[in-house]
């Protein structure tokens, strides 16, 4: 099954730009450049399934270790994200408990 | 098309790249405030200290991708702020505005986690989303480099063209260094 298609556009001209096309990048190329970003994520996905039918985190890491840009930026995103969640919880630890009593 | 990439050219392709390198260590924040540190212009150093230190027999793959990762995640920890704010200030108006895109940009999680559903068919989790959003706008990135390298190649100016692109992912997907996933060797894009 096929996800919709597009969903990216405003995303990847931005990072087109963002990465060094011109300010506004041609229709055709963001396109283009969005298709083979889907038909990326989609191999990885394929390849994520074959290692697990029910992928989990680590399998998505594992199919990216052998590229240790996007590795070791997913480490750091995930560790930012905890790092996020965490502060999260404390603030909202402080009016739950305060509900509760 | 005919290789002559003169000075002059390669000056102005230069242009927008030099603003997109600082990034290439630290893309994608996704909803990330911006405290994250720009790891570029100590990059170089920890590299050549790394380089120094470790100079180990490149036939043990596990080694070597722990020592690229410890360079890429290192910078991080102790960034030169200072060094951050000079590379910024050198920076002409246009490459700061490209800078500030660069940096804000980013694949939502909730929409990355829906494609990903899409196309595994069952549930992800949120960090999967992450690291898949993460992965996503390194691709481009490199894509968009790519194209950039190839059209200094070729000669040409303005913006990327789907032929740069093309050509960009075909040499991507040859490059031995660069991850392939499973099955994007048959595919051909239309």
Sequence with gaps: MRPPKRVFTREVRLLMYGFGDVAHPSQDSVELMEEMLTTYISDMCEKVQSINPKPKTADFLHVLRRDPKKRARAHELLALDKELKRARTIFDDVPEMSGKA | ?190
């Design chain 2, 1 to 190: 098309m005919d290789d002559r990439p003169s000075k002059k050219r390669k000056s102005t392709v230069k242009i927008p790249k030099r603003a997109s390198t600082p990034g290439n260590e630290s893309p994608s924040s996704p909803n990330l405030p911006s405290t994250v540190p720009i790891p570029d212009p100590t990059v170089t150093k920890p590299d050549d200290a790394e380089g120094d230190i470790a100079e180990e027999p490149k036939d043990d793959d596990v080694e070597l991708d722990d020592d690229i990762e410890d360079e890429l995640l290192h910078p991080r920890k102790g960034v030169d702020k200072e060094a951050e704010r000079a590379l910024l200030a050198t920076f002409t108006q246009e490459q700061v505005q490209r800078y500030e895109v660069f940096r804000r940009a980013h694949f939502q999680k909730g929409g990355m986690k829906k494609f990903l559903q899409g196309v595994l068919g069952q549930n992800v989790s949120e960090s999967s989303a992450i690291v898949v959003a993460g992965a996503a706008k390194l691709f481009v990135g490199e894509m968009t480099e790519k194209a950039r390298e190839v059209m200094e190649e070729w000669g040409d100016t303005g913006g990327i063209q789907p032929e740069h692109l093309r050509e960009a992912y075909r040499r991507y997907k040859h490059d031995p260094a660069s991850f392939t996933p499973a099955g994007s060797k048959k595919r051909l894009f239309r």
